[in-house]
């Protein structure tokens, strides 16, 4: 069946499903609605996580956080993680859009002082999540959280990239990167 847009679900009950005062509705019209609005509705996801800690050696130039050593069983062909390039792709599967909602959390450790902002790429290009932590103290670990949502209208493929106020050796670890499928109304 199809995944689709709550709007084109309420078109197509309204087509398929109408007053059944001559008994036009068939049992494959109901089933098709069901199957649809199941798909439409049906969880998806692509998660990679890192338990090892990385170092990097970050700058003001991006850095991406790579050799994620966890992957979370993504739904096949809607998300395909890439552990080693640290990639989440996204593909529509031919629906005309659909809407990605981030949950993406970890710890850093560097030097004092120093602030260090994780940011998602999509397709190469900087998306507005992101988040900026500062370390305090020499050596100490610091929590990042980044969450919200992206509407996609063409495949596309996600990472995650840091920059830093000093460039050094920073320690990433624990961090967990999700994608998912929130069904909305309309796509775009």
Do not use: H, W
């Not at 890192?50 to 970050?58: D, F, G």
């Not at 989440?88 to 981030?102: D, E, K, M, N, Y």
């Not at 710890?107 to 998602?120: E, K, L, S």
């Not at 929590?143 to 050094?168: E, H, K, P, W």
Request: hydrophobic letters at 40%; aromatic letters at 6%; charged letters at 15%.
């Amino acid at each position: 069946m199809t995944r689709r847009s709550i709007v084109e679900l309420l078109a197509q009950a309204d087509a398929t499903i109408e007053d059944n005062v001559t008994g036009a509705i068939t049992p494959s019209d109901v089933r098709a609605m069901i199957k649809d609005f199941l798909d439409t509705m049906s969880p998806s996801y692509g998660a990679i996580g890192k338990n090892v800690a990385q170092s990097i050696a970050l700058s003001a130039t991006p850095a991406v956080i790579t050799t994620f050593q966890t992957n979370a069983a993504p739904v096949v062909s809607e998300f395909v993680s890439n552990l080693a390039a640290g990639t989440i792709a996204r593909s529509l599967l031919g629906v005309a859009g659909a809407t990605t909602r981030f949950t993406i959390s970890g710890t850093v450790t560097g030097p004092q002082n120093n602030d260090v902002t994780v940011t998602v790429y999509k397709n190469g290009a900087p998306t507005p999540f992101a988040c900026s932590v500062s370390i305090p103290t020499n050596g100490d670990t610091v929590s990042f959280n980044i969450s919200g949502l992206d509407t996609v209208s063409a495949d596309c493929t996600y990472d995650l990239r840091a920059v830093a106020t000093s460039n050094a050796g920073y320690t990433f670890n624990n961090v967990i990167f999700i994608c998912e499928n929130v069904p909305r109304r309309t796509f775009i």
